[in-house]
């Protein structure tokens, strides 16, 4: 399904942010990428759909070249790719309902959408994927009163307006309390087995992907280190991904 | 190779600052020499009357500056530009040195005792002429006059303040389109991407820079020429003051908002217009709000002194009676005016609180 070839980004200074990455996801995964802060994760996922453009190299998405495409049809590869950040980014001051419905904008008209005339089954399926993520009753609350997990949980619900092939999720729980990242993880399981949605995650706590995913990719200052399945993510390895940083501390 | 060519631009860099120290030294001391001659020497030891400044006296004066500020600057802690840009090496006197006991502390101190001597002869401020019994006398006949307004005006007072009130509404309602337009184009943030963004920013930068720095009492003067006296003038003055301010509040604005919603909408597959109206709009609408109620604040005080050269209103109620010497009625026309500015002030103020908490 996503086949990563060769994949360079440097930043300004030239130092790299992601150093030559090769790997493919097979649909129906469960990926974690996981490594210490500044590695490259984010960038990695942001990569994939090209909110970061990368220097060089090639992300094929069932056979298409994102690193390639025009504007017009790179719109119309986001419609099918669902993204959760960390900070949530929701319209803070609009409803829940809106902030959902806003998941459908890519596949609206732009006069249209720009007065909200969001179509009766786009309504409809905002209210159906809110009642898949126990949010149903909340509907016209404003964003700004709900919890954090509330939020993430509305932001999953948007991406699914979508209905994406794939979410990527950036650091999905990082900033909420255990519970509601259970709650959390929990929704995005589902997903990936009832409707075998395949999700590509960065997270940083080893109990959670322990406990959730599949399958884990260990980036280090820009490469990726390690490529396998949890099963065989023991001390040592986690140890070796997470070594840099554990220099630094001392 | 990289590595070499930096270091020569540091090394450019650090000598450019030499030379910038160095200018500042020249200029300083060219206007002390040109000051202390032209207002100390030719007025108190020549005792002479103040001629007019030849080009030979600053070309003279220019080569004295030359040879001072060029000794100065080789020796240390003598350079008042070298202070500025960091220059000093402590290599006679440590920073611990007391700062009476640095040069360039005396230097800048008569500097300073110099521009005040000029300020205080240009400016021609005089004690005896602020107690003199006649000014007291003169500004009793115009307190008692301010204080004890004619009322028989006051209804046209009322329709004046009604235009200014109106010239300021207008102008800062069709002003607001322009400046939410412009905003967006002169925002760093959304014009970096290309060189033809970065020019139309450069080219809108400059333009609303050059409306904003000409006053509105100057584009009055201008409109009142163009389309004649009257309120019509006033508006169009203000209006275009405050396309060019709301553009510059609008577009810091912009420049502050937050990354994460454009990368959530975009990310939806929406294009450049969505973008901007879900994820950049509803981040910017109130403190936009709060702004424009702010700048129609400014244009009513505003819109009062543009009446004074035409621009209607009550303001040009208030110079004709200034100029006919009827105190009554200015007294009159003062306090409407008070009671208006210092009405919209509260009011602007409660709705900004209001706006800023909801």
Redesign the interface.
């Known amino acids: 399904m996503i086949k990563v070839s060769n994949l360079n980004q440097y930043f300004e200074t030239g130092v790299p942010a992601l150093d030559n990455i090769n790997f493919s996801i097979k649909k129906g995964e469960f990926v974690a990428i996981i490594g210490p802060s500044g590695s490259g994760k984010s960038t990695l996922l942001r990569c994939i ?1 090209r ?1 970061v453009t990368p220097t060089s190299g090639h992300i094929y998405f069932y056979g298409q070249d994102i690193c390639k495409m025009r504007q017009f049809v790179l ?5 099918s ?3 959760v ?1 960390q ?5 803070s ?2 409803s829940v309902l809106k902030n959902v419905l ?6 609206m008209g ?1 006069i249209r ?2 007065f909200h005339l969001f179509g009766q089954q786009d309504i409809a399926l905002a209210h159906h994927n809110l009642s898949l993520l126990g949010l149903s009753g909340k509907e016209y609350v404003r964003i700004d009163q709900l919890s954090g997990g509330e939020q993430q949980r509305v ?1 999953i619900a ?1 991406s699914l ?2 209905s994406p092939v794939l979410i990527l999720a950036d650091e999905p729980v990082a900033s909420l309390d255990p519970v509601s990242s259970e709650t959390v993880m929990m929704h995005l399981k589902k997903l990936n087995q009832d409707r075998n949605i395949t999700i590509i995650a960065t997270v940083h706590s080893i109990d959670i992907v322990k406990k959730y995913f599949t399958r884990v990719l260990g980036l280090q200052a820009g490469r990726l280190i390690f490529d396998g399945s949890v099963a065989d993510l023991d001390a040592s390895v986690v140890q070796t991904i997470y070594e840099n940083d554990a220099y630094e501390l001392f | 190779m990289k590595m070499m060519r930096m270091n020569f631009f540091k090394f450019l860099n650090h000598y450019q600052y030499y030379l910038y120290a160095y200018l500042l030294d020249f200029f300083g001391w060219l206007y002390f020499f040109l000051v202390f001659y032209q207002l100390f020497y030719k007025r108190f030891i020549l005792t002479g009357d103040l001629s007019v400044l030849t080009s030979q006296d600053v070309i003279f004066f220019s080569g004295v500056s030359f040879l001072f500020s060029s000794i100065l600057f080789f020796i240390p802690y003598c350079s008042i530009g070298k202070k500025l840009f960091l220059l000093n090496r402590s290599l006679f006197y440590g920073e611990s040195v007391h700062v009476f006991k640095r040069p360039y502390f005396w230097i800048f101190t008569l500097f300073t005792v110099i521009t005040l001597g000029c300020g205080f002869y240009i400016t021609q401020l005089s004690f005896v002429e602020l107690f003199s019994y006649y000014g007291f006398l003169g500004v009793k006949r115009i307190f008692l006059a301010l204080l004890s307004p004619d009322f028989s005006i006051i209804k046209i007072a009322l329709v004046a303040v009604f235009e200014t009130f109106f010239i300021a509404f207008m102008a800062t309602f069709l002003s607001v389109p322009f400046a939410f337009m412009i905003s967006f184009f002169s925002s760093s943030n959304l014009m970096r991407r290309t060189f033809l963004h970065r020019f139309a920013y450069f080219i809108l930068r400059i333009f609303l820079n050059i409306t904003r720095s000409i006053e509105p009492l100057v584009w009055a003067i201008i409109f009142s020429v163009w389309v004649g006296i009257g309120p019509f003038a006033g508006m169009l003055a203000l209006m275009l003051h405050s396309i060019s301010a709301l553009s510059k509040l609008y577009s810091e604005q912009i420049e502050n908002i ?1 990354q ?2 454009q ?9 450049a ?2 973008v901007i ?3 950049v709009v ?2 910017i609408l ?1 403190p936009f709000l709060s702004f424009t109620i702010y700048r129609w604040d400014i244009n009513l005080r505003m819109a009062t002194i543009i009446g004074l050269v035409g621009g209607g209103g009550i303001g040009q109620m208030l110079i004709q009676y200034q100029g006919l010497a009827q105190w009554h009625r200015v007294g009159t026309i003062i306090l409407v005016i008070a009671i208006v500015v210092s009405l919209m002030d509260y009011f602007s103020m409660i709705v900004r609180e209001k706006l800023k908490r909801g």
């Open positions: 759909n909110l719109r119309q590869l986001r419609r790719i669902g993204i950040f900070q949530f980014n929701l319209i001051r609009q806003y998941g459908s904008l890519g596949s732009t959408s720009l932001a948007r307006m979508q | 937050e994460g919603p990368d959530m909408i975009l990310s939806t597959g929406a294009n217009i969505q109206w879900f994820g509803p981040q109130i």
